[in-house]
């Protein structure tokens, strides 16, 4: 359906089948699905999936079910056959709300992207066509939620940026008022360091709307699949006392050299260009999918600490823009950090929900 889209970057075939499989990913230790197809004159038009996540359930005490893995011919009969048969689905099992799309969950790829049409598809982030907006919307979906995406940076890949010299001395000044150190990661420890990471991911993101913490087996497996790849120093941790209190992480953006790949398949030579542009650091992109901070040190300026150091030390290895986020419309904290690096919203992505 994408094949004539520039801007799409297939998905590496494994990794979604990795993703679809019950077996295989760990999020089915709390969560079920259901898949569906639509045809046409048995030929493959649609697709979708229904989502239950306990978890989510837990947590927040209510009764939505998700959609995700939406795709669609530019035919509304097709989408609402596909949102029928997922809303029939979770309708069965006691929902009372469809919210998505999200496939699994707000941890994994969700938001339909509603701005931003034309900009980069980045490792790990929803890319549609334009008309599916309309076709979510013309289907009885209003917006529950705008998630921001920032880019910053040097828009021709070639220098750094420079940044603000009153913004180096104020996060110096703030480093040293609250007694903070960052670190990278030390890939001598990575299974300890792994261990510091969920317990600050959970910690940090829990009040976020929509938030669902990640499970011990979920974060293993996250974290098997980037070993190899992995920047240290793109992941900072922030210590007080020796006490990690908030952690960044950017990745290169792989999509850099996948977007050749148009068949999605892991071929000898994808996984030879890949080692290579990491080697040679020809990438010249990333992407800071992940910045948290424990409670009791938010507000207090240490996310732009954080920040700062991911800028310096991506420009070290040759990246000279980033994309960040994304992050809640309503999270003023959050969206007032970017704003002060430098960072400006440059796509919108937008979880609907439909009344069952």
């Keep these: 359906m994408h094949a004539a889209d520039p801007i799409w970057v297939p998905p590496l075939r494994r990794d979604v089948h990795a993703l679809l499989d019950r077996q295989k990913n760990p999020f089915f230790e709390h969560g079920t699905a259901e898949y569906f197809l639509a045809e046409r004159a048995g030929a493959v038009v649609g697709r979708i999936a229904a989502i239950e996540n306990t978890l989510h359930n837990q947590i927040h005490a209510d ?15 097709v989408a609402d056959a596909l949102f029928e048969a997922a809303s029939g689905w979770l309708r069965g099992r006691g929902f009372d709300t469809m919210r998505g799309p999200a496939s699994f969950s707000v941890n994994d790829e969700c938001g339909l992207l509603v701005d931003g049409f034309d900009t980069p598809c980045t490792m790990l982030m929803p890319h549609n066509p334009r008309y599916y907006v309309e076709l979510v919307e013309h289907a009885g979906f209003t917006k529950a939620k705008d998630l ?28 040293e008022r609250m007694g903070i150190t960052l670190r990278p990661l030390n890939m001598k420890e990575f299974e300890a360091e792994i261990g510091r990471v969920k317990i600050l991911y ?19 497996h996250l ?15 922030a210590e007080k006392d020796g006490e990690p209190i908030g952690f960044a992480l950017a990745i290169p953006d792989f999509n850099v050299v996948f977007r050749t790949n148009r068949s999605g398949r892991l071929t ?39 920040y700062h150091w991911i800028w310096t030390k991506a420009a070290e290895h040759g990246i ?37």
């Design 202 to 220: 959970n910690r940090a993101w829990e009040k976020n709307w929509g938030f669902v913490p990640l499970t011990e087996h979920e974060i293993d």
């Design 63 to 77: 009764r939505v079910g998700f959609f995700g893995f939406f795709e669609c011919e530019n035919d509304q009969a």
């Design 320 to 356: 000279y823009w980033g994309e960040g986020g994304w992050i809640l419309e309503d999270n003023p904290a959050m969206n007032l950090g970017m704003q002060k690096m430098g960072f400006t919203v440059y796509k919108t992505l937008r979880l609907y929900d439909r009344p069952l």
């Design 223 to 237: 974290a098997a699949q980037f070993k190899p790849v992995i920047v240290p120093d793109l992941l900072a941790f």
């Design 148 to 175: 921001l995406i920032y880019q910053g940076g040097d828009l021709s890949f070639r220098a750094m940026k420079p940044l603000p010299d009153r913004l180096n001395r104020a996060v110096e000044i703030m480093r």
């Design 268 to 306: 000898p030579g994808v996984i030879i260009r890949l080692l290579w542009a990491l080697k040679r650091e020809t990438i010249r992109r990333a992407r800071v999918p992940l910045l948290g901070v424990v409670p009791e040190f938010r507000g207090k300026g240490l996310d732009s600490v954080l």
